[in-house]
């Protein structure tokens, strides 16, 4: 069975904080995704990454970084946690053309 | 660049049927999904359109038109386990072949 599976949950951190967001998936895609969702704004791309090593900027990178150094796993990083980083975090993968979420995390930054 | 647009609610009965409409606007058009996420859970992949016409799973169908730039997923025999959002999204060729998500529809099924 496909699965796409993140850290946490939820996650509640302090304004300042160094955050990771981890992701792994077991089907061997190529391609992975960082996105946020927020109410009325819909899934926002952050990150992407298309092989080991490399990342792509997406939509909303500033406050964020990623690092991919095993195929599987896909990290992200709020190198300084802000209160406008409150959201939640879906992660995702694909082969072809359908995208297989994680079950997100949801973070607090107080 | 790119514009999904999509109502933000509806409301149907149960056992009704009920279509959800979304319109797009994008340079390299490459596929447009629908997705099905309830509340706190993950999107799940309900259909795929690249050409025109109508695609039928089941209770759910979804059609495109690439013409008019606008798609719509229509549910039958509504159940209350289809109370979710439903999200559209286009993939887009110009855009490193990622998807552009609409902010989702939040479609509540009454008794």
């Known amino acids: 069975d496909v699965k796409v599976t993140q850290s946490s949950r939820y996650l509640v951190k302090r304004t300042g904080e160094k955050v990771f967001l981890e992701c792994v998936q077991d089907m061997d895609h190529e391609n992975m995704f960082w996105y946020r969702q927020d109410p009325g704004l819909g899934l926002r791309l952050i990150y992407f990454s298309y092989d080991v090593k490399m990342k792509e900027k997406g939509d909303i990178p500033e406050g964020y970084s990623v690092s991919r150094e095993k195929k599987e796993r896909f990290s992200l990083i709020l190198e300084s946690a802000s209160t406008n980083q409150t959201s939640m975090y879906l992660c995702a993968s694909s082969f072809f053309y359908e995208q297989f979420f994680g079950p997100g995390t949801r973070l607090t930054v107080l | 660049g790119q514009n999904i647009d999509q109502p933000t609610e509806m409301t149907a009965t149960e056992g009704a049927i009920v279509q959800i409409n979304c319109t797009y606007q994008?340079?390299?058009?490459?596929?447009l999904f629908w997705y099905q996420q309830h509340a706190g859970e993950a999107p799940t992949f309900l259909s795929y359109?690249?050409?025109?016409g109508l695609e039928e799973k089941g209770r759910f169908s979804s059609f495109l038109s690439r013409s008019k730039g606008y798609s719509y997923l229509l549910l039958k025999e509504l159940q209350m386990k289809d109370s979710a959002s439903y999200l559209c999204?286009?993939?887009?060729?110009?855009?490193?072949?990622?998807?552009?998500f609409g902010p989702g529809t939040r479609l509540s099924v009454l008794p």
């Open positions: 359109n690249v050409l025109d």
């Open positions: 999204a286009v993939r887009d060729q110009n855009y490193g072949q990622n998807f552009v």
């Open positions: 994008t340079s390299g058009f490459n596929g």
